[in-house]
């Protein structure tokens, strides 16, 4: 290969939207360069939903822009031009079954990344996109707010399109540096503050460590902050060594990382009884006690929850586990029973980027074009997947945001 030789695009990156995007450009005869700054492509692909690499779901678009929050309609021209039944065309067209085993989410029938993977590489070679590894881009080249290059390492490449697609700041060990943020500051786009989502977070309270035996189904999380009290989530959740974990946790993670980066310490309340309410968890106990009464509070809560989290309860409400219903004191009885309607826990941290799936914000969504993807600031400049300021929950969304994006910037519309 000429190194020397212009191309009529570059693309930054080789995760899922910059894979596609070289896919489609090349798709319309464009001569392509994929770089890469690590020694080989699609790392994070690799390890996308525990490698099982959930693609997408089965949402429509307008449900599916919901779940993206106020700036969800940013996506509406991508998904129009690639939604998830277009993705699924596609990976079918280069030798990739899938199918939604649950009837949401959307996988390769092999649940295996690495298939997914293989099926990209092998189309790459087969439309000639010339791919380059150990190349980190330092510098992009622009004359009269024209891109017209850029400078890696080791040499220099010129294309009148670039499309950075590097992604954000989760899991640097899989080459996340935010050095796509940093190139766009240098050209005048704005980055939003940064913040890890999608992980598990740690709780001040320590009686936690006690109940990670089980997966508490169905909880109910909101934000006790009176600003905040619209924010909650709904899914199944773990306990762990020191906080909580599991898909409603990963979930909740991006609208809680902000707050505790502003306040220090954010307080949930939890409903681990599938949605009752007070009054509901007094009936159900008070009928319990009545088919069962010689058993203790603690063989009546494990109908509800499981024998470890009833045994922390019990403690919360200073109530003796054995104690039989006409031994429960009335204050210590309201007090289980409010605690089963909403247990309260202290989010005080988490790992940070180090164990964050995704970032929460990005390249200013205003300063890009919906319709193309290409910056509003520099001709010849595009943008895809999570680089910009656009993220959303786990279960195939971002990556299908970010395939949906990268095919749009691909088509390099002017």
Not at 27 to 32: D, F, L, S
Not at 158 to 172: E, K, V
Not at 259 to 271: A, D, I, Q, R, T
Not at 383 to 390: A, W, Y
């Amino acid at each position: 290969m000429n190194i020397n030789e212009k191309y009529d695009l570059i693309v930054v990156g080789s995760g899922a939207a910059g894979i596609i995007s070289a896919i489609v450009a090349a798709r319309n005869n464009k001569r392509v360069l994929l770089l890469e700054k690590l020694s080989q492509i699609a790392s994070k692909l690799k390890a996308t939903g525990g490698g099982r690499c959930n693609l997408t779901n089965t949402l429509s678009n307008e449900d599916f822009m919901a779940k993206f929050g106020r700036d969800g309609r940013f996506m509406q021209d991508a998904l129009k031009d690639f939604d998830h039944k277009a993705l699924i065309t596609f990976f079918d067209a280069i030798g990739v079954d899938t199918h939604a085993p649950d009837g949401f989410r959307v996988f390769p029938t092999s649940h295996s990344s690495v298939t997914i993977i293989k099926a990209l590489h092998d189309e790459m070679m087969r439309l000639n996109i010339d791919i380059l590894c150990n190349q980190k881009v330092q510098e992009l080249l622009y004359e009269n707010s024209q891109v017209i290059g850029l400078k890696t390492n080791t040499d220099t490449f010129t294309s009148p399109h670039i499309i950075l697609a590097t992604g954000g700041l989760g899991y640097p060990v899989l080459g996340a540096e935010g050095d796509g943020f940093s190139i766009a500051s240098q050209l005048g786009h704005k980055v939003t503050e940064l913040y890890p989502a999608m992980m598990p977070l740690k709780t001040k309270e320590t009686w936690v460590t006690h109940c990670r035996a089980d997966t508490i189904a169905k909880v109910e999380l909101k934000v006790d902050l009176k600003k905040h009290k619209k924010l909650r989530a709904k899914g199944d959740l773990i306990f762990t060594k020191t906080g909580i974990r599991g898909p409603v946790v990963l979930d909740f993670a991006r609208e809680v990382t902000p707050l505790l980066s502003k306040y220090g310490e954010v307080p949930l309340l939890l409903n681990l009884t599938k949605g009752m309410n007070e009054e509901e968890i007094r009936e159900y106990l008070k009928d319990e006690f009545l088919k069962k009464p010689q058993e203790s509070i603690l063989t009546i809560l494990k109908t509800l929850l499981p024998e470890a989290l009833s045994i922390e309860l019990c403690k919360l409400a200073n109530i003796n586990q054995e104690s039989k219903n006409k031994e429960l004191e009335g204050k210590n009885k309201a007090d289980l029973i409010q605690l089963l309607a909403w247990t309260p826990l202290t989010i005080t941290g988490h790992d940070g980027f180090r164990m964050a799936m995704i970032t929460r914000g990005g390249i200013n969504l205003k300063e890009i074009n919906p319709k193309t993807m290409q910056s509003k600031i520099m001709n010849g400049l595009y943008f895809c997947g999570e680089i910009m300021n656009l993220d959303g929950p786990c279960g195939g969304y971002n990556l299908q945001w970010s395939f949906a994006s990268g095919n749009l910037a691909g088509k390099l519309l002017e």
